[in-house]
């Protein structure tokens, strides 16, 4: 909840945003106080807070403490809080949703954009030379590096995408200087995934890793985009880290395809579209 409060803090009117600093700067004390006394601290009107209340999506000032009393008194934000087995319908879509966003947000705040950029020189560069851009990953991973492999082969790009372990080791003992081994993991810390991104390393190919910051994985590429969240990965499904690695994904195979050519990408893309018309019903 703190966490989704500093990340809107830009796009709130001002008013609204001094009602935020409040409760940033001691969020106990803004649960406890009656709204007088919260209007009359943030200089402004008893409307305003209220309005503050449901910009932030909640129902009003009193669901809002409610809300914030719970952050407070568990010492972690309430949009991080797992699905309790009690929960209405309504609870569960707030709380995946909550969550997704907070992670979205956080990370729109926090990333790299120079590795970003960094990671992408490299694979516009490997499509320019027609060298290899590869992607592994394992288990919901895996998933997640063939939905790369899906978005980056309609640009042109020589790729492929694997979760087999071996399969991983063969094909890293095949690149070379030119190439580029994506590897997306959650944990950072599958041994299969560590093997190959040391291979390819090894062997001159650029390792560009989806991960968390701390982890074995994130030290072992040459470029890392972090991929924090306040997702367990040991107690939880991954719903947050699987959204916000296909989120990693997009913003890469986005800014590859703004390098490649318009000239050739245009037509072949149309190209590609039209073939596809003929396998949808009119």
Sequence with gaps: MLDRILASLPSL??????????????PRAFASLPVTI??????????????????????GLSDFKLKLAGTVSEGVPFIHRSVDVDDKTSDVVVKVIDNTVAAF????????????????????????????????????????????????????VNTVAYSDGHMQVMSASLMGPGDCLVVISNSGRTRDLMD???????????????TA???????????????DHPEGY??????????????IVDILATCVALRIDGNALQPLLQSMKDNLLNKRYT
């Excluded at 919260?38 to 129902?59: E, I, N, Q, W």
């Excluded at 990671?119 to 288990?139: C, L, N, P, V």
């Excluded at 895996?142 to 042109?156: C, N, S, T």
């Excluded at 040991?234 to 989120?247: C, I, N």
């Design 13 to 26: 009117a001002p008013a609204e945003q001094r009602v935020g600093r409040l409760v940033l700067a001691d």
């Design 38 to 59: 919260l209007a009359d601290r943030s200089h402004v009107s008893k409307p305003t807070v209220v309005r503050f209340c449901r910009s932030m999506g909640y129902d």
């Design 105 to 156: 947000l956080k990370y729109r705040n926090d990333a790299s954009t120079a590795a970003i950029e960094k990671a992408t020189d490299a694979m516009a560069a490997a499509q320019r030379q027609g060298r290899r851009i590869e992607f592994i990953g394992a288990g919901n991973s895996g998933i997640v590096a063939q939905d790369a492999q899906h978005k980056f082969f309609r640009l042109g």
């Design 196 to 210: 190959a991104c040391d291979i390819a390393r090894q062997n001159g190919a650029t390792t560009i890793v989806i």
């Design 213 to 227: 910051s701390g982890s074995p994985l994130a030290a072992a590429g040459h470029i890392h985009l972090a991929a």
């Design 234 to 247: 040991d107690r939880y499904s991954p719903m947050v880290s699987r959204l916000m690695h296909l989120m």
